[in-house]
């Protein structure tokens, strides 16, 4: 199975930050890679799918690139309001493989 | 709206069996494919397996080793996940979510059921 694995596990930054969330896919998975934020005791929602296509209603702050086996998910000024873990998922075939996570907090 | 409305919570002894429902509302249920993902606390979210709401048709990650049984109920608009020889490592918060979009099993998923606690313990 293609595996997928997302770096940093964790970050801690300021508000107003640009961060970034890197996902690896151990497989070329073209664009075919979702990103999720779930908040604290919340259920996971849609960021972004398409590898950059952002869900409607998501902030303009949130941004995401790659193809291929590298993605990244990019926050260009951390708002208190993006305290959440956030995972991308590939889902080219199945297994719909999730990366392991990335938890962001702030500083 | 489109709604996923999933069974409570449940505590089950080692070797039991669990099903979990997933009832839709707010669109054409067989239209989409359902999925099914996990989450053990503290953990990633764990992909398990989707049905093609139209026809029946099933794929599940061999993580479950086939324990694990998705069907549906187009009269009811709902979708049950069994998951059979539970351990305490299948405890977990059980998730249905939604395909995106139609004409396709396999994608991003968008809503998300409220989530349901299964609890295995002796």
């Known amino acids: 199975d293609i595996q997928m694995t997302q770096s940093p596990s964790s970050l801690s930054a300021s508000v107003g930050d640009r961060v970034t969330i890197t996902c690896r896919a151990s497989?070329?998975?073209?664009?075919?890679l979702a990103w999720y934020q779930q908040k604290p005791g919340r259920v996971p929602d849609l960021l972004i799918y398409?590898?950059?296509t952002l869900q409607s209603g998501v902030p303009s702050r949130f941004s995401g690139s790659g193809s291929g086996t590298d993605f990244t998910l990019t926050i260009s000024s951390l708002q208190p309001e993006d305290v959440a873990t956030y995972y991308c998922?590939?889902?080219?075939?199945?297994?719909?493989?999730f990366g392991q996570g990335t938890k962001v907090e702030i500083k | 709206q489109v709604q996923l409305v999933q069974s409570g919570a449940e505590v089950k002894k080692p070797g039991a069996s669990v099903k979990v429902s997933c009832k839709a509302s707010?669109?054409?249920?067989?239209?989409?494919?359902m999925h099914w993902v996990r989450q053990a606390p503290g953990q990633r979210l764990e992909w398990m397996g989707r049905?093609?709401?139209?026809?029946?048709?099933?794929k599940y990650s061999q993580i479950f080793q086939g324990r694990v049984v998705i069907t549906r109920d187009t009269a009811a608009s709902t979708v049950y996940m069994e998951l059979s020889s539970l351990t305490s490592e299948d405890t977990a918060v059980y998730y249905c979510?939604?395909?995106?979009?139609?004409?396709?099993?396999?994608?991003?998923?968008?809503?998300w059921g409220q989530g349901t606690l299964v609890t295995v313990s002796s």
């Open positions: 979510a939604r395909l995106g979009y139609t004409g396709y099993d396999e994608g991003w998923c968008r809503p």
């Open positions: 707010g669109y054409t249920f067989t239209s989409y494919a």
């Open positions: 049905i093609n709401a139209g026809n029946g048709n099933t």
């Open positions: 497989q070329d998975i073209s664009i075919y």
């Open positions: 398409g590898a950059s």
């Open positions: 998922q590939r889902y080219n075939s199945a297994p719909q493989t």
